[in-house]
């Protein structure tokens, strides 16, 4: 009995690989804009010194460090080796958007170069990207969530599929 509800707990599991190469995808870009910042000088200046863009490095890097607490909270209370539901769908809501909004500030630190297809920043948008939508959606994530804070269930079906169940 309760053989589904068991192995889709192991789903949570994967949820935090997603989480992981989120946030670490988040960082390789972060720290490709890094790089970049220090070289690229504009207005006789490295950008690395623009207050403008040192914000912006300040920001991504308070979401990426927030993010991977949240994952390491997750893994660290798992349970038999299954993390908790809704700790994993708050870690994995926190990585999927640090890794992107990290990704997308590198590439736009990057100018056109991080734009262009030979660079490394706009795979990492794209990859970032799509796992805000793979392994729970950050929308289905956000119910979960919210499940966990009401502690009670919301189905998202309608009254007529219920009624055919
Ligand atoms: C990079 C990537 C890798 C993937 N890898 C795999 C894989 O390995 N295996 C696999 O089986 N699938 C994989 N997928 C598919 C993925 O699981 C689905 O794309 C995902 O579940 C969303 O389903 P959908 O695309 O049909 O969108 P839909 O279900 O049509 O949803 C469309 C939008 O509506 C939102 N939405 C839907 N229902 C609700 C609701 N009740 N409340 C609020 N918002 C809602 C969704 O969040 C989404 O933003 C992958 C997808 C991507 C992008």
Known sequence: MGGFKKQIAGFNVERLGNSARAVAVGRHAFN?????????????????EFQGLQWKFAEMLMRLEAAQLLLMRAAVSAQDGMPSAQDTAIAKLACNEAGFFAANEALQIMGGL?????????????????????GGSIEILKNRIAEG???????????????AE
């Open 149 to 163: 804070i009401f502690d009670r269930r919301f189905s998202q079906r309608s009254e007529k599929a219920m009624a």
């Open 114 to 134: 991080g734009f262009s297809e030979e660079s490394t920043a706009q795979y990492c948008v794209r990859r970032t990207r799509g796992w805000m939508i793979a």
């Open 32 to 48: 490709l804009a890094r790089d970049h910042a220090q070289t690229r000088k504009q207005f006789g200046r490295a950008l690395c």
